[in-house]
RNA sequence: GGAGAGGUGGCCGAGUGGUCGAAGGCGCACGCUUGGAAAGCGUGUAAGCGCCAAAAGCGCUUCGAGGGUUCGAAUCCCUCUCUCUCCGCCA
């Protein structure tokens, strides 16, 4: 969440950026405003009160000890009254902080200069398109297809043991799948990340950490009967390792890499565009999450960029990076970088990496600081795909299609094993 | 799951109702000392919120979390949580 008192001093910036968002709550900012000017007061006076009871219990037990029981019985009467007042101002105090913290929660992050306005997808900024559309043999089969000739995964079996969205990969295809997430984790331990194996589940506090809750609450699991979370990305585990944690300024950037199942209700619509691995409960990725200083987070946010970017490349497949626009920009990022990459037989776009810099939002949220010469500052944190491997495997499936089988890119072939599916 | 012991500052560790944000030590920073270093000596060493233009200063909160008793709680009571030891179960 945003800081309250950069919304302060900055009220006209935060309405005029947040616009781009498309968020047009002016009142809500207002609100928030005068409520912070409501809880100062509550606290001045409850600080007040409490000064003076501190220092009527320390003249107690000095006439205690001296002996005069009955003055200090006097005192005591005093400080009956004071001692409500005190509850009540308590009380009052708790209602609005809470209060403040939820209104806050609906604000989202400023988005960064560079984000142009828009209204969804349609508006984004392609920023680079790399690798040609690959020509092939018509007519081409969609990866559903092809996972059932090759045998490689099963989507039935999947629903019938827990359901749709849920799918078997088998034979080559497993392997296919371990060959990619050892690929991705090696190359981002060769760009300085330390490997991490998250806990799946999390806590609520977790959840809020990281923004999913109270947001995005409809879209994880929730095992009620022991509030855990199963997570939706590795983000969630691995950013909340950080909170409530001042670092020293010389430990930054922290760079950590994770691979875990990710887990994701989606109650979405149903149809050609979710079709087989397009949209799932239960999918892989590899993520990679930086903690960075303010002044550099924007220099890191390029680097995890080209960092995907080599992936695709090495992969070779051909995408493009795109720079969403406002309307398109998740509630809690200030500047994300989509990469899709070309799926050859369902002619169009698949999204396979987020890369975002998300600022102090979360590490605000998460009491993520880091501590110089000065006093503590909140940290940035960025985070990205470092890919996520459904879409990859359908976009490989179906661009290296070939009369004899599917072909695996040269520089994944010492992972698998394997140079063909067929 | 059962029984017991614990959770104190960056770390170790003292503290069982009053002036305790907390002894002592380690670490760290600065200074003195030294040709230089070590040792030694001295000083300092948490976070959040508020008052203040700001600094200084002052006030409030924080000894796992939440609640309670009390004029007053690190210290007493209750609930939760985590860690350790033993037993049970188990990949």
Not at 202 to 210: I, L, M, P
Not at 249 to 260: D, G, H, I, M, R
Not at 279 to 287: A, I, N, W
Not at 365 to 380: D, E, P, V, W
Request: proline letters at 5%; a negative charge.
């Amino acid at each position: 969440m945003l800081q309250l008192n950069y919304i302060q001093e900055n009220r006209e910036e935060v309405l005029r950026k947040l616009a781009v968002k498309n968020f047009h709550n002016t009142e809500l900012i207002h609100e928030i405003i005068s409520l912070d000017q409501k809880r100062k007061e509550t606290q001045k006076n409850l600080d007040d009160n409490l000064a003076e009871a501190n220092n009527l219990a320390r003249e107690i037990g000095n006439l205690f000890k001296e002996g005069k029981a009955k003055e200090a019985n006097e005192i005591k009467e005093k400080t009956a009254g004071l001692k409500r007042e005190n509850k009540e101002l308590a009380n009052t105090l708790e209602v609005i902080t809470r209060e403040l913290k939820e209104l806050l929660l609906e604000v989202p992050n400023i988005p960064h200069e560079s984000v142009k306005p828009g209204k969804g997808e349609e508006d984004n900024e392609c920023l680079f398109e790399e690798g040609s559309i690959p020509e092939t043999q018509e007519p081409a089969s969609p990866h559903w297809e092809l996972a059932e000739k090759y045998n490689i995964i099963d989507f039935n079996l999947g629903s019938k043991v827990s359901g749709a969205g849920f799918p078997f990969y088998r034979g080559k295809g497993a392997k296919l799948q371990r060959a990619l997430i050892s690929f991705f984790l090696d190359e981002a331990i060769a760009a300085g990340y330390e490997e991490f194996q998250p806990p799946l589940f999390v806590n609520e506090e977790s959840a809020y950490g990281t923004g999913q809750l109270p947001d995005k609450e409809g879209q994880m699991y929730h095992i009620t009967e022991d509030r855990l979370y199963p997570i939706p990305t590795a983000e969630v585990p691995i950013t909340n390792i950080y909170r409530d944690v001042i670092l020293k300024e010389e430990q930054l950037p922290v760079k950590n890499v994770a691979y875990s199942s990710c887990f994701r209700r989606e109650a979405g619509s149903y149809g050609k565009d979710v079709r087989g691995l397009n949209r799932l409960h239960q999918f892989d990725k590899v993520e990679i999450v930086q903690i960075q200083h303010p002044d550099r987070s924007y220099q890191t946010l390029e680097e995890m960029k080209d960092h995907a970017a080599g992936l695709l490349k090495k992969l070779a497949l051909p995408y493009r990076i795109l720079r969403l626009c406002g309307g398109d920009l998740s509630f809690t990022s200030a500047l994300t970088y989509d990469f899709e990459v070309y799926s050859a037989a369902q002619k169009r776009w698949l999204e396979v990496s987020s890369v975002s810099n998300f600022e102090s939002y979360q590490a605000n949220r998460m009491k993520l600081r880091f501590k110089g010469q000065g006093k503590a500052r909140l940290a940035h944190t960025l985070n990205g795909s470092a890919l996520a491997l459904p879409r990859i495997v359908a976009a490989l499936l179906e661009n290296n299609q070939t009369e004899k089988g599917i072909r695996i890119p040269e520089l994944l072939v010492p992972y698998t094993g394997f140079e063909m599916i067929d």
